[in-house]
């Protein structure tokens, strides 16, 4: 939990003029963002001669699971990640030898500047979403510290508060807000950073955690609440990636995402108590429109028959019977609101991972709610990409 913006904070708000009642709001994955330093450990490990740029994660192919030899591989290369990180612990905090899609041949062949090419993408990038599209709030995934947000912030740091959620992987979510908004108060959800293996009691693998924060803008109490979900069971339908998921599926990332249901809805039905108004956005990775336009009935939400706006029963892992997550965290107790995809202005990444919800309150408070996306600033010939998700922005009017 993070205290450092937590105390006394709801009692030192500054409010803002009636004028300021609409506000920018945008989520942006940044794509294994670090400082140079966290890049250079980076560096220094997988070009360690025992490493060489191996892939610690086991390949399979589309609808299988990994064979034992794949398994036997990543695990050696885990090992070897490991030992020349300093143990595992040390070596949750290097990003891994495939996030950056270097090989030894890129990197070798590659200008030395190229992390501060993608540094300098961000920078490009935030300065777009702060100069032009007047962005006040940033919910940001994928990123290693409040270091690396504000040197992504660039010239505008300083106009920025900024928190970050406590995790002990190189990955972590964090806020930006303008400190005109005020103090905030920002709050770590550990209880989404669930264990990947649950079997094993040892296991330190977990996945993000969740936060919160909550503003006072124009006299009204706003909370925000920036999720990274499991990666790996985005699609409801069949697509290139995929060939379409439940929650209820075998697959394993599947089983890792349906473990997030209880914690996520928890949350969101105690803010809705608590704070009507609220924005739940970031990195779902699941396309929510697609399980929206799915029009499920309610008793096909669950497998048990069961309805969403019922507690969930969970077994001994947290493991639950619900097959779809829109239907499950938009249950009617409370009901949520996405915001639609307008444009995405010639924006490339992946597409229909990112969303922005709003509380039902919120939502009507709206006269007609949309986003879009905003393409990151990338320079010729560059190697580390910016990122490989756009912003996705949008308008709240309180």
Known sequence: MLKRFVAGALASYIFLPATAAEIGVAAFNLAWAGTEADFSKHIEVCTAPTVKWCDSRPKKIKGEEPTKDELARAAKCQAAFAEVAGGAEQAQQVAPCNAYKLTAKKWAAGPNTMYQQKLQGLRGTFDALVTEHQIAVFAIQEVKSEE???????AHAASFEVCVAPHNAFQTVGFAWRRSLGKGACTAQPSLSVTEDPTTPTSIRKVRPGLELVLSIDGKLVTFLNVHLKS???SLNKDSYSDGNLLTSDEAACKVLNRQVVPLENWIEDVAKRSPLFVVLGDFNRKLDEE???NVS???????GTF??????TDANGSVTSKYLWQEISDGDPS???VPLSKSMGCKGFEGLDHILLSQDLGALQKAPTSSKVPVKTMPNQVVETSDHCPRVTKISL
């Open 148 to 154: 690396t947000i504000r040197a992504a912030l660039g």
């Open 232 to 234: 790996g069971c985005a």
């Open 292 to 294: 929206e336009k799915a």
């Open 298 to 304: 309610k008793n096909e939400v669950r497998a048990d």
């Open 308 to 313: 969403a706006d019922k507690p969930n029963k």
């Open 336 to 338: 949520l609101v996405q």
